[in-house]
């Protein structure tokens, strides 16, 4: 079988189409991923109350290897150039008015994202101080569009409730306030957990606060 070589694509900007062909293929990547929470402090309890923020992006981490001797490029670069190359990947661009997005493709490996950070270590070079080798540590991290994160939430539930805690002086109007933006809308709250009294809530309760189907009568829940 034919060994297929990693490529970097420039996905939009003034540079779109542009590919770089990886000389030598990784050894290995890494994938990271991590989650956003916010610790609140509730008096009495043994430790912090973990509330989820957010999900961060994957981040997409290797090691290549640039070499002008072992497997000179067919369009003639140095190792100069293509480090040149890669590291105007970092720069804004003039159409974009910020970095470009670009694609790591190996094999059944396509992710899309920017490049975070590229860290480059010269290890041989010419008479004239010119790079002929040079190690790359790179790390993509993924980028999605706001209606690819809109309309793809990986959620186990349908209803899309939520549950918060109240803390200090909270209560069902201010609740209501940030989760609905309509004061008014205390009393939703209030059915969901069977309270009669909207006062009789305490520090550290548990509230489920449900989801609404919006004014003009759409599927889409709030």
Do not use: C
Not at 56 to 69: C, K
Not at 88 to 111: C, M, S, T, Y
Not at 164 to 181: F, K, N, P, Q, T
Not at 198 to 214: S, V
């Amino acid at each position: 079988m034919k060994l297929e070589k990693a490529t970097i694509d420039v996905v939009d900007g003034s540079n779109s189409g542009t590919r770089y062909t990886v000389l030598f293929n990784p050894f290995e990547y890494t994938i990271e991923r991590g989650n956003t929470y916010k610790a609140t402090a509730i008096p009495g309890l043994s430790g912090p109350l973990l509330q989820f923020i957010n999900g961060d992006a994957d981040v997409l981490s290797m090691e290549l290897f640039l070499d002008d001797y072992t497997d000179a490029p067919k369009d003639g670069k140095s190792v100069k150039d293509r480090l040149d190359d890669l590291a105007q990947l970092l720069e804004i661009d003039r159409d974009l008015h910020a970095p470009p997005h670009v694609r790591f493709v190996w094999g059944k490996l396509n992710f899309t994202a920017i490049l975070e950070k590229l860290s480059r270590k010269i290890t041989l070079f010419r008479p004239d101080g010119t790079p002929a080798r040079a190690t790359l540590n790179v790390s993509f991290k993924e980028y999605k569009t706001l209606s690819e994160l809109v309309n793809n939430p990986r959620l186990e539930s349908a209803d899309k409730s939520k549950r918060r805690v109240v803390i200090g002086h909270d209560s069902l109007w201010a609740m209501a306030a940030r989760e609905y933006g309509d004061v008014t809308l205390w009393t939703e709250i209030a059915k969901k957990n069977d309270l009669d009294d909207p006062r009789d809530i305490r520090a550290g309760d548990w509230l489920m606060i449900p989801a609404l189907e919006p004014q003009n009568g759409s599927s889409g829940l709030l």
